[in-house]
Structures are given as C-alpha cells and as structure tokens.
C-alpha cells in the first residue's frame, strides 16, 4: 500500500513561486517513479513532471524552464518548485505512483491570479 500526501498549494500571483510536496510513508519510495499530474474542471488529468527511481526527470512542455521536480529519498518526499506562475497553471494537482495498481493523492488546489 502506498500513500501520497500533497501539500503546499495556494493563492499566487502571475510571476509568483510555490513549492508542492509529496509525501509517503512507503519503504519502498527509493524505488518509485512518482509524477505531478493537474487537472482544471471540465478536462483531463494531465502529466506536469516526473522523476523516475533512477534520478532521471522529465517534464510538460508547457513548464520546461519554469517547474523543477525534485526528490528527497531520506525524506521520502517529491518536491515541485513552480516559477514564474501564470494564471494558466491554476488547476488542482496532484501526486501519482504505480506500485501493483495506480496510486494518487488527495490533491493540492493552486491558483495564480491577481
């Protein structure tokens, strides 16, 4: 069983940072590919950035240069450092893992607005 906790969502303005993160108490976190994923209303889930067991990271087109993943093994914690918001980036996200079956979180809302 895997649990993910996100938090660190919020209200902030266009150019603005957040940094989201993703718990876990699973012994098994060194080995896990976890990914963001966001979701606004009306349309579908879609991959912001992952970071494989290995190290490697990859990312949305639409955030390369803004969004570092990040992720703390000791810490069993994944991390999404967000810059440069802007109000398109408003969407609940959250935090994604396979273990056997699909895992995610509960979610985290940010919103970029003045």
């Known amino acids: 069983q895997v649990q993910l906790v996100e938090s660190g969502g919020g209200l902030v303005q266009p150019g603005g940072s957040l940094r989201l993160s993703c718990v876990t108490s699973t012994n098994i976190f060194s080995r896990l590919d976890i990914s963001w994923y966001r979701q606004v209303p009306g349309k579908q889930r879609e991959l912001v950035a992952r970071?494989?067991?290995?190290?490697?990271?990859d990312y949305e087109d639409s955030v390369m240069g803004r969004f570092t993943i990040s992720r703390d093994n000791a810490k069993k914690t994944v991390y999404l450092q967000m810059n440069s918001l802007k109000p398109e980036d408003t969407a609940v996200y959250y935090c994604?893992?396979?273990?056997?079956?699909?895992?995610w979180g509960q979610g985290t809302q940010v919103t970029v607005s003045s």
């Open positions: 994604h893992t396979v273990w056997s079956r699909i895992y």
């Open positions: 970071v494989f067991g290995t190290g490697r990271v």
